[in-house]
C-alpha cells in the first residue's frame, strides 16, 4: 500500500513538474558531486539573488519525489497522507495557473544508486551542469556513480555548458562524456578558472583566482581545497549565467571575504 | 595486569540491575526514545543496503560535509576531507586521541570533579590523569592558578568537557581563553569533550573551544550525538582538529574500530537536517525535570546542599555537615561487598546506602574525583516519574535513617 502510494506521488509530482517547467522554461542549473553540492548551489544563489529571479532546492530535496517538490518549491507531506492531500492541490494549481517563476533554477543532484539520473533526467533538463568532486563511500560503488555522472554530463545540450573540477581524475575524465563545451577549473595549470597561492592560516584561506582573464585575490574563513574549489565553481557559473542571461551587472572580483553564513 | 577499574556509574548501574525495583538516576541517559525521523532513516538506509560495509575510516563523506558546514554556522571551522572523524561515540574519539599523543607517563590535566571515563581513558593511553580542583565556591569554575601548578615537564594535555558532568555547569568565555593561552606557553593540547552543548538553560552564553581558531593547532573537539538527540546506544560521535594530528588520530581511529558504525553515521546525518524539534523538545523537558528535582531537593535541606545546574542534566548536591556525621557513625557498607576505597568514601557509603535500603541508583561524588567526595551526582534526564520516585524515596529514607 505504502508503495502504490509512494508511486502515485512520484508520477503526479512528476508530471506537475513537466508543466510547470514546459510553461515557464527556466534555466536549469544542475550541481552534482559527491559533496560539497549544497554549498556550491547556496553560493550561487547568494550572488545572484540581487540580480536575477533565481531559486534552488532545499538541501534534503534532491531525490525522485524531493527535487519536484523543489521545482513547484513545496514543503514534503512526510509519512502522512492529508498533507500529501494537501501538498499535491497545492502543486496543482501552482503548476496550471501561477503565473510567476523564477527564470533560474539551480538545483542539487544527488545520486546514490544506479538510474537515479537517468530518472531526474526525466523530470528536468539543465542547460548548464557543475560537478564538484566524485569519491564513493564504498570501493564498489564508484563505477555506478561514474557511469551516472556520465550520463548527467551527455545529457547537457551543445548550447549549454559543463563546468569540470579538473583536479579531480574522476571528474576531469567525464570530459569524454560532453557534447556540450566544458569549462575546466582547479590548480591544474590547464584549467581555464586556474585557483593559485592557496594559503592557510588560523584565520582560514586565501587564494587567487585567474577567471575570464581577470585575477582576484579571496578570503575564506572555511578550510580545506574543497571549500576553495566550491567558491571557484560557483564563481564560474555566476559568470556563466550572466553571459547568458546577458545581465548587465559585472562580475566583482575585488578582495571579497566570504563566510558561510 | 591493567590499574583500571570499571567506571563507577556503570557499577553502581550493575549494582543495580541486580535489585529488584531499583529505580536509577545513576547513569547520563535520557529515557526519551531516539525521534522518529532518525529512526526511520536508519531503517531506509538499511532496506537500500548502504549499512552492510565499512564505510571509510573517517566516515561517510555526507555526515562529515554537514557536520562541516554545522560547525561552521556555530563559527567552528574545519574541513570535512582532512580534519573531522566520525567516532563510536565521543569516549572512542578522545581514546582514539589520547592513543595518538601521549607517551608512557605522560600526564594529562582533567578537572576534579569531572567525567569518570576520562581518568581511564588516560591511563589506558598509558599517561597519568593529574586532577586540577575546581572552585565549588565559584561555580566550579577553573583556578588558573592551580591549572598552572600542576603543569610539569611530563604534561602533555588538557581534558574537560564542557558543560562539565557531573557539576553541570559551563566554563565561561574567559576562562576558555586562560585554558588555551596557558596551553600555548606550555605546548599542550586541549582536549574538549562538548557533548552536552545542546542543554544550556536560562539563555546562558556558550562559548565552544572550537571558537578560538587562533589555537586550532592544539585544540581538539569532541563531539557526540548520544545526549543531544537521544542515540546513546547508536554509538556515535566525531572529532575535528587541525589536519596533521587528525590524520595521526584516523590512524589509532582505524585500529580500534575500523569506522563508526555506517548505519548511526547515516542516522547522525538524519539528525543534524531532521532533528532540530526534537533536541528542542529534549532540552524543554529536562529544563522542567531540574526545576523539579531541584524543589524536592530544597526539602531536603537538612542533608544535601546543591548549585543549580545551568547545563546538562545533572544535579551534584553536597552533604551536609549533619549528613557528614551521619555517614560518619554509619557502618552499613561492610555489608554490600565492596573495595577498600569504596569503605573510605563517605559518597560510596551514601550511594550503596541508598541502593540497597532506599532502592535508588545514584553516583557517588568520589567517582568524578576527591573534590568530588561528600556529593552524589543525581541525573534528571530521566522521567518525571522517576525522577520523584527517587527524590521520596530520599527523603523518607533521609528521615527514618538520620533524623
Known amino acids: ?261 | 595486569m591493567s590499574n583500571l577499574i570499571l567506571s563507577p556509574i556503570k557499577e553502581m548501574e550493575i549494582r543495580a540491575s541486580k535489585i529488584s525495583g531499583v529505580v536509577s538516576l545513576a547513569q547520563g541517559v535520557a529515557d526519551f526514545d531516539t525521534p522518529e525521523c532518525i529512526k526511520r532513516c536508519a531503517i531506509e538506509h538499511i532496506q537500500n543496503g548502504d549499512v552492510a560495509k565499512y564505510s571509510l575510516s573517517p566516515g561517510i563523506m555526507e555526515l562529515r560535509e554537514v557536520l562541516e558546514v554545522d560547525l561552521a554556522k556555530k563559527g567552528i571551522y574545519y574541513d570535512f576531507e582532512s580534519e573531522i572523524i566520525i567516532t563510536a561515540g565521543a569516549i572512542e574519539a578522545i581514546t582514539a586521541t589520547l592513543l595518538t599523543i601521549l607517551n608512557d607517563g605522560d600526564e594529562v590535566l582533567i578537572p576534579d570533579p569531572t567525567y569518570t571515563s576520562y581518568q581511564e581513558a588516560i591511563k589506558n593511553a598509558k599517561g597519568v590523569p593529574k586532577f586540577v580542583p575546581l572552585s565549588e565556591k565559584d561555580g566550579w569554575s577553573f583556578d588558573e592558578n592551580k591549572l598552572e601548578r600542576n603543569i610539569t615537564s611530563k604534561t602533555r594535555a588538557i581534558l574537560f568537557c564542557n558543560p562539565n558532568n557531573p557539576t553541570g555547569t559551563i566554563y565561561s568565555k574567559g576562562q576558555l581563553m586562560k585554558i588555551l593561552e596557558i596551553a600555548e606557553k606550555n605546548n599542550l593540547y586541549v582536549l574538549a569533550d562538548e557533548v552536552y552543548r545542546d542543554f544550556v538553560y536560562d539563555n546562558q552564553d556558550f562559548y565552544s573551544i572550537g571558537n578560538f581558531s587562533k589555537f586550532r593547532n592544539r585544540i581538539i573537539y569532541i563531539f557526540s550525538f548520544s545526549k543531544s538527540y537521544s542515540m546513546t546506544g547508536w554509538r556515535v560521535g566525531f572529532l575535528a582538529t587541525e589536519q596533521s594530528l587528525a590524520q595521526k588520530i584516523l590512524v589509532r581511529h582505524d585500529v580500534l574500530v575500523t569506522c563508526a558504525p555506517v548505519v548511526s553515521q547515516w542516522s547522525a546525518l538524519a539528525a543534524i537536517e531532521m532533528a532540530d524539534e526534537d533536541m528542542q523538545h529534549f532540552k524543554e523537558m529536562f529544563n522542567e525535570r531540574r526545576d523539579l528535582i531541584c524543589s524536592h531537593l530544597d526539602g531536603m535541606r537538612d542533608w544535601l546542599i546543591y548549585q543549580k545546574p545551568s547545563s546538562a542534566y545533572f544535579v551534584f548536591p553536597k552533604f551536609t555537615k549533619k549528613l557528614v556525621e551521619a555517614l560518619e557513625n554509619d557502618r552499613a557498607i561492610k555489608n554490600y561487598d565492596t573495595k577498600d576505597y569504596q569503605e573510605k568514601s563517605l559518597s560510596w557509603k551514601l550511594a550503596l546506602n541508598l541502593l540497597y535500603e532506599a532502592k535508588i541508583a545514584v553516583v557517588p561524588g568520589r567517582a568524578f574525583g576527591k573534590t568530588g567526595e561528600n556529593h552524589i551526582r543525581m541525573c534528571f534526564g530521566r522521567s518525571s516519574e522517576d525522577i520523584l520516585k527517587v527524590l521520596v524515596r530520599m527523603k523518607d529514607y533521609f528521615d527514618k535513617k538520620y533524623r
Open chain 1, 1 to 261: 500500500m505504502k508503495k502504490i502510494f509512494k508511486f502515485v506521488i512520484e508520477r503526479y509530482l512528476k508530471l506537475l513538474t513537466k508543466i510547470i517547467l514546459w510553461r515557464h522554461n527556466p534555466l536549469i542549473v544542475a550541481v552534482a558531486g559527491s559533496t560539497n553540492k549544497t554549498f556550491i548551489k547556496d553560493q550561487i544563489l547568494a550572488e545572484l539573488k540581487n540580480e536575477e529571479k533565481v531559486r534552488g532546492n532545499p538541501r534534503s530535496f534532491n531525490t525522485e519525489i524531493g527535487l519536484p517538490l523543489a521545482v513547484l518549491f513545496l514543503p514534503s507531506g512526510y509519512s502522512s497522507i492529508f498533507k500529501w492531500v494537501d501538498v499535491l492541490l497545492a502543486g496543482t494549481y501552482i503548476s496550471v495557473f501561477k503565473r510567476n517563476f523564477p527564470r533560474i533554477l539551480v538545483l542539487e543532484m544527488g545520486v546514490q544508486r544506479k538510474g537515479d539520473i537517468k530518472y531526474l533526467l526525466s523530470i528536468i533538463k539543465p542547460k548548464m551542469v557543475v560537478i564538484s568532486d566524485i569519491g564513493g563511500n564504498f570501493s564498489d560503488n564508484k563505477n555506478v556513480i561514474d557511469e551516472e555522472m556520465a550520463r548527467l554530463v551527455s545529457a547537457i545540450p551543445s548550447e549549454g555548458k559543463v563546468i569540470l573540477n579538473m583536479d579531480h581524475d574522476r571528474v576531469k575524465n567525464l570530459e569524454k562524456y560532453c557534447r556540450a563545451p566544458i569549462i575546466f577549473y582547479g590548480k591544474n595549470k590547464k584549467a581555464d578558472v586556474r585557483i593559485k597561492n592557496v594559503r592557510n592560516n588560523s584565520n582560514g584561506q586565501t587564494f587567487d583566482l585567474e577567471l575570464s582573464g581577470r585575477k582576484s585575490h579571496l578570503e575564506t574563513d572555511l578550510f580545506g581545497l574543497h571549500n576553495i574549489h566550491s567558491l571557484t565553481a560557483a564563481r564560474v557559473v555566476t559568470s556563466e549565467i550572466r553571459k547568458k542571461t546577458k545581465s548587465k551587472t559585472k562580475i566583482k572580483t575585488k578582495n571579497v571575504k566570504k563566510k558561510r553564513n
